[in-house]
Nanobody, 122 residues
Framework: VQLQASGGGLVQPGGSLRLACAVS??????MTWFRQSPGKEREFVAA????????YYADSVKGRFTISRDNAKNMLFLQMNSLKAEDTAEYYC??????????????????WGQGTQVTVSS
């Protein structure tokens, strides 16, 4: 199993980025984005369940970020709009075979991508 995140970069405040995560090896019900800044704990961003057909968001990104998945291509996406300086972090995609009600807790995820850096700065 391999998760490959991409799409990070440098963007000005108010700008947009789209992250992608290519998944190979198997299909997962729970697919999630986390982020981590230096000196901080890994933070939940957004999750999406294939079986529930539902997305979940951290309050800090609700209304600005959209998580989606292409099940046919086994891809996960994160569309990030109206980016702020506080969104600056390394973004990680994670996967779990079966949905867990504590989808926001990174300890419940078995597979991780390598991370992609997002920097929001003028």
């Amino acid at each position: 199993v391999q998760l490959q995140a991409s799409g990070g970069g440098l963007v000005q405040p108010g700008g947009s980025l789209r992250l992608a995560c290519a998944v190979s090896g198997r299909t997962f019900d729970a697919m999630t984005w986390f982020r981590q800044s230096p000196g901080k704990e890994r933070e939940f961003v957004a999750a999406i369940s294939k079986s529930r057909n539902r997305a979940y968001y951290a309050d800090s990104v609700k209304g600005r970020f959209t998580i989606s998945r292409d099940n046919a291509k086994n891809m996960l996406f994160l569309q990030m709009n109206s980016l702020k300086a506080e969104d600056t972090a390394e973004y990680y995609c994670a996967a779990r075979l079966i949905w867990n009600v504590q989808y926001y807790n990174p300890v419940h995820y078995d597979y991780w991508g390598q991370g992609t850096q997002v920097t929001v700065s003028s």
